[in-house]
């Protein structure tokens, strides 16, 4: 038996035909895909893998990071390559590192940064390109004109440490929120590229569908014309009725997870 060894993956990932990151018992996920193969390469049924945090239904990842612990003899520069080799094509190691037995991507992780892709074409005609096809696995189709400077201006209120409740959604698995609903934002950024808008955020963690909620209250906030403050009475009520809707998943990537 060879000395344990705690392995820490960078991972991307198409998450289009996937249930989300979490291992679930009837679908079909990134971890557990990732497990399973794990499993088979080193021949150990009991190796778990931990992740920096559950990607959901048909959300990407550029910079997944994910670790575990075995006693197989493989040079930790020949895990990505055989990793690769065993995986779909919708699933890459980017790097793989040995790090200290201690090392956990989630409870160790410091920030973690989502983008979201917004192709913004706004056309009399919902008639779509040929391009349009492909590119909807990608980024979310908006019709609408939106106003960068309302959603920024709105933006700036949601940074620093808040409850988040009314951005977020009950998780549908366990029935509801987890008891601490206290997160920190530390940036948010809307660029314009024609036609994409991209936002990004940076928090210490989300909550469920957290990203996707915040975006499309900022998709409100342009189109409704609301004044940027009254975002405030929103986090104080604690309601997601009045927040906006959650917006599609294909737009979404985790970009980065920051340990330090």
Known sequence: MGILKNIKLTISYDGTDYAGWQRQANNKTIQGI??????????????????????????????QVANFKTTADIPVDKWAIILNNFLPSDIRIKFAKEVSD?????????????????????????????????????????????????????????????????LSCLNQRSGKLPDNKIRNIKKISITKKEPLIIFSIEANAFLYKMVRKIIGTLLDFSIKQYEPESILEILKNKNNQKSGKVIPPNGLYLMKVRYQ
């Open 102 to 166: 201690e090392f956990h991507s989630r409870y160790d992780a410091r920030s973690r940064i989502y983008r979201y892709y917004i192709i913004n074409k706004v056309r009399k005609s919902q008639i779509f390109k040929a391009k349009d096809l492909f590119l909807s696995r990608y980024c979310f189709f908006y019709n609408y004109p939106l106003e960068i400077e309302k959603m920024e201006e709105t933006a700036k209120y949601l940074l620093g440490t808040h409850d988040f409740s009314a």
């Open 34 to 63: 990732l497990e399973d193969t794990l499993k088979k390469i080193t021949d150990e049924k009991g190796l778990k893998l931990y992740g920096s945090g559950r990607t959901d239904a048909g959300v990407h990842a550029i910079g």
